[in-house]
């Protein structure tokens, strides 16, 4: 059966679940610079100060029923994960705005590079 080709819409609206996904796979296995480190309580209200909320909703942390959400950042060229208050990940593609964050948001980073 032939049927003329021609553009469609497939879905109303793509699910923030699905962003957050392929946004945590990036995050944590994509190309590029990375970091991670543990969050205390006073780090949780200077990333917020520091960092520009992105426009996801929070999105629960299926493995800490109860606790903070997830939530998404950016600073500074650098895109952040903070995971329920407790850890936060960033990912860039410049080394130097890696650098910038670990100054701004003092702390025990972990690097790792996925080359």
Do not use: K
């Amino acid at each position: 059966m032939e049927t003329p080709e021609r553009w469609r819409p497939y879905l109303e609206r793509t699910s923030p679940a699905w962003v957050e996904m392929v946004m945590s796979e990036w995050l944590l296995g994509g190309p590029g610079f990375a970091a991670n480190r543990e969050l205390d309580a006073d780090d949780i209200p200077r990333l917020a100060r520091l960092g520009q909320r992105l426009p996801l909703p929070d999105h629960p942390v299926w493995a800490l029923p109860g606790d903070r959400p997830t939530r998404w950042y950016t600073v500074g060229g650098v895109v952040l994960r903070e995971d329920a208050g407790t850890w936060v990940w960033a990912r860039s593609d410049s080394e130097d705005a890696i650098a910038e964050l670990r100054r701004s948001l003092p702390g025990d980073w972990q690097e790792w590079d996925e080359g």
